[in-house]
Structure formats: structure tokens, C-alpha cells
């Protein structure tokens, strides 16, 4: 295995073809739900936390928690059939890149049709043993958090005291199931990896890619780990890319949101609303336009790896693609 080489030539096809950057950014799509808050009830401006006590007591809750719940999962199916089109067009395109084929739009789009249903299920498959092993480590805390939800309909902000009983079993059920399912996860990660270039390259069927994929993964577990461990370590400095800028514009919106004396009220102001919605936006225009270009980039990574693995050579010069 040339992995200098690997990486090398998985750059230059990222850079030098940047429509790969358009199914980059399908397959980096992403739900972001891990907001945390350190705000207490009773610290909240009373106007503010009357409003939301009104609305948790309120008839309206429990239906618009479900329907909020229900517009989530069909939001998550779309983003995951959106992460398999680009996730197809990326390894079909990258593959043909390799062998002198410039790499088109359209190409990828056929690709996807041709190829996008099986690789939807080789993703479901690969990420259900993961998925029910976090789904048993989440089920006594989430039973927790309904149960609080439900006394707390009975008590005021101010003077509901709740049980943590609940919460500290909850914790303690999760942790060990939820290290279990990390390691689970990366396993069959990296079988749904192999098995998706099987699944294109080697045109193949759901099952047979994901059983061409163990081979592969079994037989090459040594290249496949270095290869894994590389895009691992690649993967921090993607994310300070990412996080050290959005910390810097962060700031500059910090010192206008504080010199709203509005917010300190329990009122948001237009002006904060609209720092916050152009903060947003800026940090998520950057965000996903570096991590567009750092999963095709990977994508090209384990492409090439698998072509070495699977004895092909590599292609020619690139620029005979133009």
C-alpha cells in the first residue's frame, strides 16, 4: 500500500475537480441536535419564564413535542437519502477520475440513480446494530425525561423539586452501552465503506457488497486501520478548521447581543434576532463549505485504498481528464 501516494492523488483529484465538491456537500449533511443550555428556570427574566411555564402547562405541548418529533424523522430521511446521492456520486466519479474520466455533474446523478437504493440499504443495514444498541442505552433516560415531563405539568418552575433517582440510573445504563455502540458503530463503519465501493466499483447487490466488503476488511484489516487511523486524525483538524474561525466570528457578534438591554429583559430585539441569524449563517456557510471539500477528499481516500487493495493500479496523469 502506497498511502502517500493514496493521499496525494486523493488531493489532487479534490482540488483539481471541484464539481466533486457538490456531492461533498450532499454527503456532509448533517442534523445538529447536540445543544446543551446551563440556564435555570429561576434564573430566567420573569416575563420570559412565565411565558414558557404557560406554554408547558399549556394543552398545546405534548402535540407540537410529537409533531416536532415526527417533522424531525422525516427531516432525518431526507438528509439521508441526500447523503447517499452524494455519497454515490462521489465514489462513481472519483473511481472514473482515477482511470482518466473526468468526472461530470450529470455522471454522478446517473450514478446515484443507478446505484442509490442499494447503497441506502447497505447504510441501513450497516448502521442498525449500532442504532439498537444506542437505542437500549438511550431507553431509561429518555424514560426519565418523559416522566419528568409529565410531573412537571403538576408543579410551577419555581417550586418543582425533581427526584434525580431517574436521571442518575439513566446515566449510569448509558454510558457502557453507549461506549459499546461507539466501538459497534466504527466497526461497521468501516464495513459500509468497503461495502459501498463494492457495491459501485464492482457493481454488485446489497448483500454481496456488504459480504465483499468483510472480505476485504478482514483480509486488509491492517491497511484499512492505517488508512482509518490517517483520516481519523485528519478529521481533528477539520474540525478546528472549522470551530477556531466560528469562535472568532462568534465575538464579533457577542459585544451587540450583550448591549441589547432588551434581551436582558426577557425581549428579544430585531437587532439581536438579526445577529444571531446572520452568525448562523455565516458559521454554517463556512462549516459546510469546508467539510464539502474534506468528505470528498476522504471519499477519494478510501476509493483509491480500495483500488489498491483490490489489485488495480493507478490511473494516469489527471490532466489528461481535461
Known sequence: M???RIIGRAWQITWRFKILWLFGFLAALYINTSSTSSYRFDTLPPKLAGQIERFVFGPTFFPILAGFIVLMFLFGIVVAILKVIGRTGLIDQINLADQGIRPTGRAGWSAARRYGWRMFWINF???LPGGLIFLVAFTPLLWAIVSFLGELRTFSFYK???DPTGFLVGIAWFFPFCCLGVIVSALFSLLRTLGERVCIIEDQGIWESLKGGWRVLWGKLG???VMWLFIFVINFAVIGLIVIPAILLSLLFVVPLLLSSHILEGNFSVAGLTSLICLGGVIWIW?????SIAETFFSGCWTLTYRQLTGREFGGDLGECC
Open 125 to 127: 443495514i450497516s448502521g
Open 160 to 162: 418543582y423539586n425533581p
Open 223 to 225: 491497511s484499512v486501520f
Open 2 to 4: 502506497d498511502y502517500g
Open 287 to 291: 462549516g459546510i463549505s469546508v467539510a
